[in-house]
């Protein structure tokens, strides 16, 4: 308990980081318990429904249908995740509807093995009740594993959606006047990007920022670093 | 506003990956938030408990529904923290009083079932905004996050009451069954000690998730200003307008070239109008034969080596792993020998009959569905050892050395465009060859000898060939046979052919003649014997 009334926090990250053999680092995002039990809430609802329209199907086929329909509980409870996860890219339809992905610890895409692992320990996350274990371990875990995450060597990640999409047709596009890294181009092209939502004194205060930088007059500002951002963006007028 | 000092990456988020980053602020700042929490809403428990003897079911309601106060603390505290501050608890204990006085009414009442509560927090506790400009405030902000920040409540409050269950259930299987508990009986009744156990555990329940709660709604409102305000941008700008702002910071190895250039072209300048240019120069030389002196001495290449066979010597490079787990015995193998060879087949008895002995309460209940399923699981495996055999009929055939009935329709009768059928070859093929390699059509005389190779090949010797094979397919196919010089020969043959169809180089005269002569062993022979 020693820096538990004075502590100074340390940076708060919340991706995961890969290197590669060859040195490229790969970034993913963990999700979380919310995003993660909506997606189960989900799966969980279609599951429902499938037993109980089969269980209309069943009702009246006696001792019989009461097997196939224990059966089909069985199989829908443990592999309909592992179907979905090997066969579709690790997304069953709830994590695809909540964009997320399941993926080895290494980011590669998972297998039947691990797959099953971490679907057949779902009990563990079970106990004692309402998965209850999971959840405590999902909040305490940094990237957010379940038990059954943990000892498949699985993460849950956001599923990226990439967006290139042009700052405006209306916007004239200018080279950048000096050369820019990488971060900073994002940032020249999140700001021709983002017109729309950042409000005028705001765009004008974040251009002044670069105002020794520029070879522009001050009202002109905002106009250069949006036509910085398009021709970033592949915009040459 | 510093936000150089940020505790986190402001990147673009969508609202799920807003509310993950307050869940890693509460992991991060998990014992001063929870203590700053839980404090003063312990404070009043004790104090309640004493005073509500009589009616303890009130105490969670009331705990319960003064929420939005005990939220504001670690709010507040998360607040400092992310921009850097200590994390002070006493400190921020001492401002609860004000804190709690902040908008106390609304908070209390008509907010206090606002879906998106810890949302909406930020803007009355540390934005300080009231009535109108609150409500426009929000308006903007909800534009975005307000479907995140609603899911965030309904799942938080399964999770509390999860967490509750989960508590009941644990206590409940540390208790030996013999003693027979009746747990409904136990729920219903009004025992004191049992009230002011379940009390505690709906208490621990809201102390545990009342963090992550508080600091989520928090991350939402803060990832909401990033977008709206651009800090990701601020930050970048920031930086690039330092980084040209200040002198350039190079390596030594750089600096020293930097200098050495200017130095050189201004020692050249005075050389020319002064007097002692060849002074300079010498100097100058002088200097850089110095300079790579000292790389030269710097490591010495016996004592370098060393550094490298040291370095090779290490641990990196020996590493020794040990592997250690469960893997399947194979027959035969190992100290067991031949005794082990029936194991795996008493183990596989033994599972055959697990599994009849499984499956005979089974058999009791499918009854007649159980005959059908049995036909049909039947019916499946006979096709699919028809199928195979099917499938594989040749490699069978040829295994069984069964003379193969070769199907006639299958040979081609044209291979790479020579014609092969047997009616297009003469009788006398080698006479024919001869006859023109003399008169000097030697393209024809090699071409019919090959076609007339190839078709004896199909016809007599039942190659099987295909319409789309080349010709060092169709010599792979025959050194697959056992014949060697057959193989042999027609490999030479193809060679041939080939130089001259493809590269128009002319045989030896004396080679085709061979060819030829070899060509009435082979083929001639066989032809009569047939």
Known sequence: MGNVFLGSGSFISTGVLVETPESIDLEAEPAGIVVRGLAFTIDFLIRAIVLFVLGLALAFSGEAGMGVMLISWFLLEWFYPVFFEVFRAGQTPGKKKMGLRVVNDDLTPVGWGTSMIRNLLRWADFFPVLYTAGLATMAW???????GDLAAGTLVIYSRKESMRSAGSDIRANPPPFQLEREDQVAFVGFAQRSQQLSEQRQQELADILGPLLPVHASQRVDYVRAVGQWLLGGRQ | MDLSKLKFDPRLRNGWQAIDLGFAMARQWWWPSFLVWMIPALALYALLSFLLVDALFLLPIIIWWLKPLWDRLPLMMGSRALFGEALNVAAT????????????????????????????????ALEGLRGEERSRRLAVLHQNYSNAASWLTVVLVHVEGFLGLGFWSMAALFIPPELNVSWFALASSDGTLVMHFSNLITFAAMALVAPFYTLAGFALYICRRVQLEGWDIEIRFRHLVEKHQQPEKLAPGRKVAAWLLPLTVCMGLWGQTGDSWAQQVANQSSLIEDYYRQLDNHAPAAESKQQVMEVLGGEDFHRIEMEQGWRLKRAGEGEAGAESMPEWLLWFADVIDWLQTIASPLRDIFGGFATGFQLLLWIVVIALVAWLLYRYRNGLISLLSLPAKRKTAAQPDVLFGLDIRKESIPEDVCKRVRQWWSEGRHRDALGLLYRATLSRLVHQFAFEFHAGYTEQECVAVVS???NRDLSDYVSRLTRSWQQLAYAHRLPEAAQVDALCSQWQGLFGELRDAR
Do not use: E
């Open chain 1, 141 to 147: 875990n940094r990237y957010s594993q379940r038990l």
């Open chain 2, 93 to 124: 204990l001492r401002q609860s009083p004000k804190i709690f006085w902040i908008d106390l009414l609304p908070s209390l009442t008509w907010r206090r079932f606002s879906p998106t509560r810890s949302f909406d927090l930020p803007v009355t």
């Open chain 2, 480 to 482: 697959r046979g056992d």
